[in-house]
């Protein structure tokens, strides 16, 4: 029996929860080692396993996959959520490039420096209904099928759905407008795999919190005030 995938990172979603999601959408049980103090991450480092000295690191079919998007790659590949040919890759690859755009806005948000958090959320929700959200709501409307690429479940939907659950977080009514996206995220969601994954208790991580922003600050050296500014330029990768 193959060993389960093990997770590194901090205890939180960052850049490894869009791997979570594809993993536990594949139906793969993982396994996560959670690193909580500067510490303990320097110790990973110092294992010389980290090709750059940053996370998220995957351990999987006997190597230490980093780089999130190549994680990402080798997941869906692997996993038959990559489309059946290089044309359906390069939907997806366009579709999940847009989300990685519109997710990151949004994963940092609760760092934004206290004086523009509001400005920051108002340009959050303005790109995704006007920008990001109309692409997906077209392309489910002249493709015509219950998916986004070809007629199969896709890397581009778990992101789709994810990126949704995370706007949603920031404004509940954000896709009043988009009526194919609504049943998108109630026909996605409904497949097994990845509702178990939303139930509680799943290895889904919440939003960030104040205690967990500190966590993060302290882990990577983040210093005040460095990580957003007017939302154009993200400083911080973590």
Not at 74 to 83: E, F, R
Not at 161 to 184: D, H, R, T
Not at 212 to 225: A, L
Request: aromatic share 12%.
């Amino acid at each position: 029996m193959a060993e389960k995938p093990k997770l590194h990172y901090f205890n939180g979603r960052g850049r490894m929860e869009t791997i979570r999601w594809l993993l536990a959408a594949a139906g793969v049980e993982f396994e996560e080692e959670l690193f909580e103090t500067r510490e303990e991450f320097e110790k990973l480092i110092q294992g010389g396993t980290l090709m750059y000295e940053q996370v998220p690191m995957v351990e999987i079919d006997g190597m230490n996959l980093v780089e999130t998007r190549a994680i990402l790659r080798y997941i869906a590949a692997k996993y038959d959520l990559y489309g059946r040919n290089l044309k359906e890759q390069a939907w997806i690859d366009m579709y999940v490039e847009g989300l990685k755009d519109l997710s990151d806005m949004i994963m940092y948000f609760p760092l934004s420096l206290p004086e523009e958090k509001e400005m920051n959320l108002a340009y959050i929700l303005e790109r995704a209904t006007t920008r990001f959200f109309p692409v997906y709501e077209k392309a489910l409307r002249d493709h015509g099928q219950n998916f986004l690429v070809g007629n199969q479940l896709s890397w581009a939907d778990i992101q789709l759905l994810e990126v949704i659950l995370m706007a949603e977080e920031c404004k509940p009514s954000v896709l009043s407008g988009f009526p194919l996206l609504q049943e998108f995220k109630a026909r996605i969601s409904h497949i097994p795999t990845i509702n178990k994954f939303l139930q509680p208790g799943s290895q889904r991580k919440p939003p960030l919190d104040e205690e967990s922003m500190e966590t993060v600050k302290n882990i990577f050296k983040f210093e005040h005030g460095m990580f957003l500014k007017n939302m154009g330029t993200i400083v911080a990768e973590y």
